[in-house]
T-cell receptor, first 110, second 114 residues
């Protein structure tokens, strides 16, 4: 069983819509969670991190964490073509224990 | 502020050869990470340094991979001998001390083993 699971997609949404990206994790000891954006051929960029149950908002992005269900999500409001990328979910338990999912490919259609 | 620098950007070698990658983190960042990202997968953490000491190298295949961070700044990752399955992008990242949630990635080195 993988530590972090993501639907690889591709996920397509029209411009201006809400994109919803989901992630589940297997280790209940995981403490914090991250969403990275990775454009094709580029390195990952941190979008948000979350460690408390509930929602965390930053501009058009909202991260949601439900520790009871071991579920993390990222909502992108007013999606733009420039949001088209692969979105990586990652968990951190402590020390060296970072685990990334395989990523979800998002395409925003103009 | 300059970002994380890595070199070379691309490398092609034959199996059983050796290769080395170099990383220069963001100035002042105490923590340095090396990741391996195979095509279509997420990054896999290989090793983490805090200043010039190893925090954890449990995911580093030590029979062929080695890494060092002399003087707590630059780092090198070496593979000897390389195997076909080592073909991947090797990413270096750094973060300020105690702020593991602020990892900044370098552009990566794309390794192809033939």
């Amino acid at each position: 069983q993988k530590e972090v699971e993501q639907n690889s997609g591709p996920l397509s949404v029209p411009e201006g819509a809400i994109a919803s990206l989901n992630c589940t994790y297997s280790d209940r000891g995981s403490q914090s969670f991250f969403w990275y954006r990775q454009y094709s051929g580029k390195s990952p960029e941190l979008i948000m991190f979350i460690y408390s149950n509930g929602d965390k908002e930053d501009g058009r992005f909202t991260a949601q964490l439900n520790k009871a269900s071991q579920y993390v999500s990222l909502l992108i409001r007013d999606s733009q073509p420039s949001d088209s990328a692969t979105y990586l979910c990652a968990s951190h338990r402590g020390g060296n224990q970072f685990y990334f999912g395989t990523g979800t490919s998002l395409t925003v259609i103009p | 502020e300059a970002g994380v620098a890595q070199s070379p950007r691309y490398k092609i070698i034959e199996k059983r050869q050796s290769v080395a990658f170099w990383c220069n983190p963001i100035s002042g960042h105490a923590t340095l990470y090396w990741y391996q990202q195979i095509l279509g997968q997420g990054p896999k953490l290989l090793i983490q340094f805090q200043n010039n000491g190893v925090v954890d190298d449990s995911q580093l295949p030590k029979d062929r991979f080695s890494a060092e961070r002399l003087k707590g700044v630059d780092s090198t990752l070496k593979i000897q001998p390389a195997k076909l399955e080592d073909s991947a992008v090797y990413l270096c990242a750094s973060s300020p001390q105690g702020r593991y949630y602020e990892q900044y990635f370098g552009p990566g080195t794309r390794l192809t083993v033939t």
